[in-house]
């Protein structure tokens, strides 16, 4: 069984920056996207960014230029730096692992960002 664990949530003020990592439990395959999604209350959860292979990436309209997705494969980590947040990236966010048709998720980290 995969597991992920994520970590570097918090509470930050309007501009600041946080960085998540999500750590797995086995080697990650270059064929397996990782990805960081997030729930804010009330809503449904969405997509952040996402990676595949050495350095495809996507990403919300939302965080584009203000959040990295990257990954260190010897680590078995991926990362989320989020700049220059804002309110509105209050969320729970998650990190997820696709596998072929399986999704592996992680248990969440709160961010909040006071304005």
């Known amino acids: 069984q995969v597991q992920l664990v994520e970590s570097g949530g918090g509470l930050v003020q309007a501009g600041g920056s946080l960085r998540l990592s999500c750590t797995v439990s086995?080697?990650?395959?270059?064929?397996?996207?990782m990805a960081w999604y997030r729930q804010a209350p009330g809503k449904q959860r969405e997509l952040v960014a996402s990676i595949y292979g050495v350095s495809t990436t996507t990403y919300a309209d939302s965080v584009k230029g203000r959040f990295t997705i990257s990954r260190d494969n010897p680590e078995n980590t991926v990362y989320l730096q989020m700049n220059s947040l804002k309110p509105e990236d209050t969320a729970v966010y998650y990190c997820n692992l696709k596998r072929w048709t399986v999704n592996y998720w992680g248990q969440g980290t709160q961010v909040t960002v006071s304005s």
């Open positions: 086995r080697s990650i395959f270059s064929f397996e996207t």
